[in-house]
């Protein structure tokens, strides 16, 4: 035969196999689309495989193919160790028809103080019941808690600020570079007293440390008890001494350590197991839409520019062309330096690049909902995190001299707002925020609008801007609306965040829990031990019990777990101890499934019809009694996770998630398998 003629008859086989499947070549695609799920599901699950297979073929024959994309699976507080916080609000002075108001501010508030404290996927809820007005706070990751307890604890703070006349920045004066360096040079020496003090032979640290640090020493036991610290920014010049020189507990370090915050002497309490932290700087182009962009880049000529830059910048010029190029607040002195830090304190595409790029390389492009980066990646390191005691000697520095402080305090705070809500502008129907102030506000918030009369009124909370008005005219009655470009949602929110910082709501801790991340190891590998038991059990009964089906759906279970474990990824799922046992008793769901159709073909085969007319009777009289089955199942899932705590709802999550996708792989999967195999094992199908 012609070579030329065989090639075109098998492609027009195979265009006619798409174009007009013979009922074969369904079956045909379907195992083969089948076949492609299980690798893209492997790979999402374990992408180490392929990309192994990948770095192998790239290196014989040069090709260029790209690594797997990489999604971590979220471990909750019990798997990952971290902390979970129970605050309770004192709703005394709030009128009851405001509290869940009041409430619900206040959780906003603690939100984004978590956020800001850098922790990852922070879980924070309110809890009404009876007369306990609670907030619960899971911070997955974060074992030393102190500073974060005692930020999360205190009430909003609410303040009315208006435009400042900054000093311009400016270079020091002669005169008062000199001061500085006098004075802080006196302070060194100081520093130097003390640690030949500390390293004396029977010396007593707690008074030595209230000597120098007299406005700590009412707490002499704890007098500069840092807690633990590792490789972030402020500690990092405490911590890699340390490290270097094998400082182990009780330990002391011989020599004065300079920090941003003045000169430290140092002594080790205790030490433990440190997390992987990365250090890195980045360039960040961002355009309009993007979260905290003030551009009005469009995102294409954000992407024009970024690439642009990723052609010319390289390792060693790289901190200069951040300083020049990138649009971050700061970055033109920063130079985009993000310190170290572990995983789950960037978000998540940024962490798939750092923490795999070599150290000393630049990254591709890694577009976030910050806008698109370049990443150049310092230092890798896993050290100890250390909890040390310090004699801390503060230097002056250069915000002493000068200040360029952008607002100024009115003296309008939350104290003087009686209320927030949202309103509905009678002329456009857009949503709006009123404010109306007592008495006393009243005749403060008349004066500042007097004088601000075309200008900015900031409305900051703990610190941070929340809305920035223009004023455009006087207010004298005490009455104010905010207006703006305000959806409904973003009215609401604005309104609970005023509310939190006026309306006096004392929050109060009142019980922390910890767990250890070897626990949740420990946790994580004992259930994943017992799932594979489970899923090993169930593959050995239905091998022994159905045969050739058996074999077929136990393969079809293979597909069930690589594809709910690739949406726990990509969802993603915040996996428990309880979601993973929801998805453990979902394997024995999937497998009931294909029991009934199984039993069904057993009693359609016994009747006297052969295998190619009892499979699909099977499978369309086994629908009812399954999808009846499951749909109960997933209506429990639903109030369960309506109405339960965190945990409860993890449970009920996973189990819904497998219940779905069992119900694809047994109609869909083993059926065609059953199909696709049938005819080859006729022999085997045969159930007694």
Same mark, same amino acid.
């Given at each position: 035969?012609?070579?030329?003629?065989?090639?075109?008859?098998?492609?027009?086989?195979?265009?006619?196999?798409?174009?007009?499947?013979?009922?074969?070549?369904?079956?045909?695609?379907?195992?083969?689309?089948?076949?492609?799920?299980?690798?893209?599901?492997?790979?999402?699950?374990?992408?180490?495989?392929?990309?192994?297979?990948?770095?192998?073929?790239?290196?014989?024959?040069?090709?260029?193919?790209?690594?797997?994309?990489?999604?971590?699976?979220?471990?909750?507080?019990?798997?990952?160790?971290?902390?979970?916080?129970?605050?309770?609000?004192?709703?005394?002075?709030?009128?009851?028809?405001?509290?869940?108001?009041?409430?619900?501010?206040?959780?906003?508030?603690?939100?984004?103080?978590?956020?800001?404290?850098?922790?990852?996927?922070?879980?924070?809820?309110?809890?009404?019941?009876?007369?306990?007005?609670?907030?619960?706070?899971?911070?997955?990751?974060?074992?030393?808690?102190?500073?974060?307890?005692?930020?999360?604890?205190?009430?909003?703070?609410?303040?009315?600020?208006?435009?400042?006349?900054?000093?311009?920045?400016?270079?020091?004066?002669?005169?008062?570079?000199?001061?500085?360096?006098?004075?802080?040079?006196?302070?060194?020496?100081?520093?130097?007293?003390?640690?030949?003090?500390?390293?004396?032979?029977?010396?007593?640290?707690?008074?030595?440390?209230?000597?120098?640090?007299?406005?700590?020493?009412?707490?002499?036991?704890?007098?500069?008890?840092?807690?633990?610290?590792?490789?972030?920014?402020?500690?990092?010049?405490?911590?890699?001494?340390?490290?270097?020189?094998?400082?182990?507990?009780?330990?002391?370090?011989?020599?004065?350590?300079?920090?941003?915050?003045?000169?430290?002497?140092?002594?080790?309490?205790?030490?433990?197991?440190?997390?992987?932290?990365?250090?890195?700087?980045?360039?960040?182009?961002?355009?309009?839409?993007?979260?905290?962009?003030?551009?009005?880049?469009?995102?294409?000529?954000?992407?024009?520019?970024?690439?642009?830059?990723?052609?010319?910048?390289?390792?060693?010029?790289? &901190?200069?062309?951040?300083? =020049?190029?990138?649009? $971050?607040?700061? +970055?033109? #002195?920063? %130079?985009?330096?993000?310190?170290?830090? !572990?995983?789950?304190?960037?978000?998540?595409?940024?962490?798939?690049?750092?923490?795999?790029?070599?150290?000393?390389?630049?990254?591709?492009?890694?577009?976030?909902?910050?806008?698109?980066?370049?990443?150049?990646?310092?230092?890798?390191?896993?050290?100890?995190?250390?909890?040390?005691?310090?004699?801390?000697?503060?230097?002056?520095?250069?915000?002493?001299?000068?200040?360029?402080?952008?607002?100024?305090?009115?003296?309008?705070?939350?104290?003087?707002?009686?209320?927030?809500?949202?309103?509905?502008?009678?002329?456009?129907?857009?949503?709006?925020?009123?404010?109306?102030?007592?008495?006393?506000?009243?005749?403060?918030?008349?004066?500042?609008?007097?004088?601000?009369?075309?200008?900015?009124?900031?409305?900051?909370?703990?610190?941070?801007?929340?809305? &920035?008005?223009?004023?455009? =005219?006087?207010?004298? $009655?005490?009455? +104010?609306? #905010?207006? %703006?470009?305000?959806?409904?949602?973003? !009215?609401?929110?604005?309104?609970?965040?005023?509310?939190?910082?006026?309306?006096?709501?004392?929050?109060?801790?009142?019980?922390?829990?910890?767990?250890?991340?070897?626990?949740?190891?420990?946790?994580?590998?004992?259930?994943?031990?017992?799932?594979?038991?489970?899923?090993?059990?169930?593959?050995?009964?239905?091998?022994?019990?159905?045969?050739?089906?058996?074999?077929?759906?136990?393969?079809?279970?293979?597909?069930?777990?690589?594809?709910?474990?690739?949406?726990?990824?990509?969802?993603?799922?915040?996996?428990?101890?309880?979601?993973?046992?929801?998805?453990?008793?979902?394997?024995?769901?999937?497998?009931?499934?294909?029991?009934?159709?199984?039993?069904?073909?057993?009693?359609?085969?016994?009747?006297?019809?052969?295998?190619?007319?009892?499979?699909?009777?099977?499978?369309?009289?086994?629908?009812?009694?399954?999808?009846?089955?499951?749909?109960?199942?997933?209506?429990?899932?639903?109030?369960?996770?309506?109405?339960?705590?965190?945990?409860?709802?993890?449970?009920?999550?996973?189990?819904?998630?497998?219940?779905?996708?069992?119900?694809?792989?047994?109609?869909?999967?083993?059926?065609?398998?059953?199909?696709?195999?049938?005819?080859?094992?006729?022999?085997?199908?045969?159930?007694?």
């Amino acid at each position: 035969m012609n070579p030329l003629k065989f090639l075109d008859k098998i492609f027009r086989g195979f265009v006619y196999s798409i174009i007009r499947p013979a009922p074969r070549d369904k079956i045909r695609w379907a195992i083969f689309g089948i076949i492609i799920l299980t690798i893209v599901a492997g790979s999402l699950d374990y992408p180490k495989i392929w990309d192994t297979s990948v770095g192998w073929i790239n290196s014989k024959i040069g090709a260029k193919l790209y690594q797997f994309p990489k999604f971590p699976f979220r471990l909750g507080l019990d798997l990952q160790g971290g902390t979970h916080l129970v605050y309770e609000s004192d709703m005394k002075g709030i009128e009851s028809g405001e509290r869940n108001n009041a409430l619900d501010g206040v959780r906003d508030v603690i939100e984004r103080r978590v956020n800001a404290f850098g922790v990852a996927e922070p879980v924070v809820q309110t809890n009404k019941s009876g007369d306990s007005w609670r907030i619960v706070v899971e911070l997955a990751g974060i074992r030393d808690v102190r500073e974060a307890i005692k930020m999360i604890g205190e009430t909003p703070i609410l303040e009315f600020k208006e435009e400042g006349v900054p000093q311009a920045a400016r270079e020091l004066t002669e005169a008062e570079r000199a001061d500085m360096a006098d004075y802080n040079a006196k302070v060194k020496e100081k520093a130097q007293e003390a640690l030949t003090k500390v390293l004396a032979s029977g010396a007593d640290f707690n008074s030595i440390a209230a000597e120098y640090m007299p406005g700590e020493a009412g707490e002499k036991e704890n007098i500069g008890d840092v807690g633990f610290v590792g490789l972030d920014k402020e500690y990092e010049n405490i911590v890699l001494p340390l490290y270097r020189k094998n400082i182990q507990k009780g330990g002391i370090l011989s020599e004065v350590i300079e920090t941003p915050s003045g000169y430290n002497i140092v002594k080790v309490e205790e030490t433990r197991d440190g997390t992987r932290k990365v250090k890195a700087n980045h360039i960040l182009i961002c355009y309009k839409g993007a979260e905290g962009c003030s551009r009005e880049t469009f995102k294409e000529e954000a992407l024009r520019q970024i690439t642009d830059l990723q052609k010319k910048v390289t390792p060693k010029n790289f &901190i200069e062309m951040a300083k =020049e190029y990138s649009t $971050e607040p700061g +970055a033109s #002195i920063t %130079g985009g330096e993000l310190g170290w830090f !572990a995983k789950g304190a960037m978000v998540e595409p940024f962490e798939l690049v750092v923490f795999d790029q070599g150290v000393g390389t630049v990254s591709r492009i890694v577009e976030t909902k910050f806008g698109y980066h370049l990443i150049y990646k310092v230092d890798d390191k896993k050290i100890p995190e250390y909890h040390i005691r310090r004699i801390l000697i503060n230097t002056k520095k250069d915000s002493d001299y000068v200040s360029v402080e952008p607002w100024q305090a009115t003296g309008l705070s939350g104290k003087q707002l009686k209320r927030a809500q949202m309103e509905f502008d009678q002329n456009s129907g857009m949503p709006q925020v009123g404010l109306e102030f007592n008495d006393e506000g009243k005749n403060l918030f008349a004066e500042i609008t007097q004088r601000n009369v075309g200008k900015m009124v900031a409305i900051f909370l703990d610190g941070s801007p929340i809305s &920035i008005p223009r004023v455009q =005219e006087p207010i004298l $009655e005490g009455k +104010a609306v #905010i207006n %703006g470009d305000f959806d409904i949602n973003e !009215a609401k929110t604005l309104v609970q965040r005023l509310n939190a910082g006026a309306l006096p709501v004392p929050t109060k801790l009142i019980s922390q829990q910890s767990v250890g991340a070897s626990l949740g190891d420990e946790s994580l590998h004992k259930s994943l031990f017992a799932g594979l038991i489970g899923f090993m059990l169930v593959v050995l009964f239905m091998i022994l019990y159905y045969r050739a089906p058996g074999v077929l759906a136990s393969l079809s279970l293979l597909v069930y777990a690589a594809v709910v474990l690739a949406i726990f990824k990509l969802v993603p799922v915040t996996l428990s101890l309880a979601g993973i046992a929801g998805f453990i008793l979902s394997i024995g769901m999937a497998v009931d499934a294909n029991v009934l159709i199984f039993e069904r073909l057993k009693e359609e085969m016994h009747s006297g019809k052969t295998y190619e007319l009892a499979l699909p009777e099977a499978f369309s009289r086994a629908w009812p009694s399954i999808r009846d089955g499951q749909l109960t199942t997933l209506i429990s899932c639903v109030i369960l996770f309506w109405f339960s705590e965190s945990l409860i709802k993890g449970f009920a999550l996973t189990l819904a998630i497998g219940i779905l996708i069992s119900l694809f792989t047994a109609i869909t999967i083993t059926r065609s398998l059953m199909k696709f195999f049938g005819p080859y094992m006729k022999k085997w199908m045969i159930l007694k």
